[in-house]
C-alpha cells in the first residue's frame, strides 16, 4: 500500500506544516514553520504558486490544480502536467545552463516543485507594458531559442535518447489539446470560450471567411500536432519570462511537448509584437523610442538565434540528421543545407507568430497588453493593427527575408487605421 498522502491542494495556512518535511525546504528556508512566511502570488491561468520565506531563505513552491484556475473546477486538468514541467526544466537547464530556475525538489504525488526564488526578477509582460528596458534580454532568448531548438533535436541527440524523450513527453496528452484548441482552432470559429473587445466585429468576421488563411492555419497544426523536432517551451510568451534590469530567465514549461523547431520563437516574437502594438496606450512622450526599442529585441533575438543554430550546427552536429559524413567528410560544405532548415524553422516561426497575435485577442486567455488597456474604443484600434499584421505573417510566411522584413511589416500597420 501506498504510505504516501493523497494530493491535496495547499494553502497559505497549511503549506508550513504540511511541506516542513521536505529536508531541502527546511535547510533553504529555516526549520522552524512557524516562522516562514507564506504568499499566494500564482497570476498565471493554470496553478498555484506561493513564495516561502524565512530566515534562511525564501523560496517558491509551485503546485498544480486538478482544474483550469482561469475557468474553475468545471475544466478538469491533470495534475500530472507537473511531472513533465520538472522534467522540460531538467533538459532546459542542460541545453541552456543557467536560463531557467533551479529545481530542489519535486513530488510526483503533490504535483508540487520547490525551485529557486527569482528576486528581483518581475514578470517581463509587467517590464513591457510598464516602459521597462531589459539589458540584454534579445541576446538571452534569442540564444536560449536556439540551444534548446538544436540541442533537443536529432540534429544534436542520439537518436535513441531523443525518441525516448518523445515518448516520455507524448505522456502529456491533455496540455497539448489545450494548444490545438485555443491558439490554432477556435480564434476562427464561434467558440463558447472566446472574447473579443467590442468592434472588431468586422476583422472577426474577415478572418473566419478567409479559407485561404485557414487552411495554413491548420497546416501549421497539423505540423504541431504530428512534427517531433525538438522538445518545445510549449507556452514561451512574456509571462513566461521574469527578468530585472539585466537578467532574465524562462520559467513555467508545463506545456512542453515535442513539437517544430520555430514553434517557441515564433510565439515569443508574437508577444513582443502585441507588446509593440499596445504601446500608443500605454506610452507618452517616450512612444516611439521605446517602440523602437520592442523592435530592436524582435529584430536582435532572431539574428541571434540565426548565429547560435548555425554555430551549434558547425559545432554539435552529432545526431543522426545532417550528418557530416555526408558533408564535411566529403570536403562539402553543409551550409545550404544549414540554410534549407533555418528556412523551414523561420516559416513556422512566422506563421506560429501570426496565429498567437489572433488567439491573444480572440479565444481564451488574452494578454495583459491589451486587456489593461480600459478604453475599448482605443483597444479595438491597436488590437485590430495586430489581428491584420497576424493574417500577413500567415500569407507571407515562407517568403519574409529575416526578422527585419518583420518589423518593418509591424511599422507599417502600426500606421494605418484600420477600424
Ligand atoms: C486554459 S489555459 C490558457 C492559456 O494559459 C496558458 O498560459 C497557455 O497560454 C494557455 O493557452
Ligand atoms: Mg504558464
Given at each position: ?14 503549506l508550513p506544516?504540511?511541506l516542513v518535511?521536505i529536508s531541502v525546504l527546511a535547510d533553504r528556508v529555516g526549520?522552524?514553520p512557524?516562522?516562514w512566511t507564506v504568499e499566494?502570488v ?7 504558486v506561493f513564495i516561502v520565506g524565512g530566515?534562511r531563505g525564501t523560496v517558491i513552491v509551485k503546485q ?37 530556475p533551479e529545481v530542489y525538489h519535486f ?5 508540487l516543485i520547490v525551485m529557486e526564488y527569482l528576486s ?300
Amino acid at each position: 500500500m501506498d504510505a504516501r498522502p493523497a494530493y491535496e491542494a495547499l494553502t497559505v495556512e497549511t503549506l508550513p506544516d504540511r511541506l516542513v518535511t521536505i529536508s531541502v525546504l527546511a535547510d533553504r528556508v529555516g526549520p522552524d514553520p512557524s516562522a516562514w512566511t507564506v504568499e499566494e502570488v500564482g497570476d498565471g491561468n493554470l496553478n498555484l504558486v506561493f513564495i516561502v520565506g524565512g530566515d534562511r531563505g525564501t523560496v517558491i513552491v509551485k503546485q498544480a490544480l486538478p482544474y483550469v484556475r482561469l475557468v474553475g473546477d468545471s475544466w478538469p486538468l491533470p495534475l500530472y502536467r507537473a511531472f513533465f514541467e520538472y522534467h522540460a526544466l531538467t533538459r532546459q537547464a542542460a541545453r541552456d545552463p543557467g536560463a531557467v530556475p533551479e529545481v530542489y525538489h519535486f513530488d510526483e504525488t503533490q504535483a508540487l516543485i520547490v525551485m529557486e526564488y527569482l528576486s528581483p526578477h518581475v514578470i517581463l509582460r509587467r517590464k513591457l507594458i510598464a516602459g521597462e528596458r531589459v539589458a540584454g534580454l534579445a541576446e538571452f532568448l534569442g540564444r536560449y531559442c536556439a540551444r534548446t531548438s538544436f540541442r533537443g533535436s536529432e540534429l544534436s541527440m542520439a537518436s535513441r535518447d531523443k525518441k525516448r524523450d518523445v515518448a516520455l513527453f507524448a505522456g502529456n496528452v491533455e496540455i497539448p489539446a489545450i494548444t490545438e484548441a485555443l491558439v490554432f482552432t477556435d480564434p476562427y470559429r464561434d467558440a463558447d470560450m472566446n472574447s473579443h473587445t467590442d468592434g472588431l466585429e468586422p476583422l472577426v468576421a474577415q478572418l473566419r471567411a478567409d479559407i485561404e488563411l485557414k487552411v495554413k492555419v491548420q497546416q501549421a497544426l497539423q505540423r504541431f500536432v504530428s512534427n517531433t523536432e525538438t522538445m518545445l517551451h510549449g507556452d514561451l510568451h512574456s509571462g513566461s519570462i521574469m527578468s530585472t534590469d539585466r537578467e532574465s530567465r524562462v520559467i513555467d514549461p508545463e506545456f512542453v511537448q515535442y513539437g517544430p523547431m520555430g514553434f517557441d520563437v515564433g510565439m515569443l516574437c508574437a508577444n513582443f509584437l502585441m507588446a509593440y502594438f499596445s504601446q500608443p496606450a500605454h506610452r507618452g512622450e517616450d512612444l516611439d523610442e521605446y517602440q523602437c526599442w520592442v523592435l530592436e529585441v524582435i529584430s536582435e533575438l532572431c539574428s541571434v538565434f540565426d548565429k547560435e543554430f548555425r554555430s551549434l550546427w558547425r559545432s554539435e552536429r552529432t545526431g543522426i540528421l545532417y550528418p557530416t559524413v555526408l558533408f564535411e567528410d566529403q570536403g562539402q560544405d553543409s551550409t545550404p543545407a544549414c540554410d534549407a532548415v533555418l528556412a523551414g524553422l523561420w516559416r513556422d516561426a512566422w506563421m506560429v507568430c501570426g496565429i498567437e497575435m489572433h488567439r491573444r485577442c480572440l479565444s481564451l486567455a488574452h494578454n495583459a497588453d491589451f486587456e489593461d488597456i480600459a478604453d475599448t474604443t482605443v483597444r479595438a484600434r491597436l488590437e485590430a493593427r495586430n489581428l491584420m499584421m497576424g493574417a500577413e505573417l500567415l500569407r507571407r510566411a515562407g517568403t519574409l527575408e529575416d526578422a527585419g522584413a518583420v518589423c518593418a511589416m509591424a511599422r507599417e500597420f502600426n500606421g494605418k487605421d484600420i477600424l
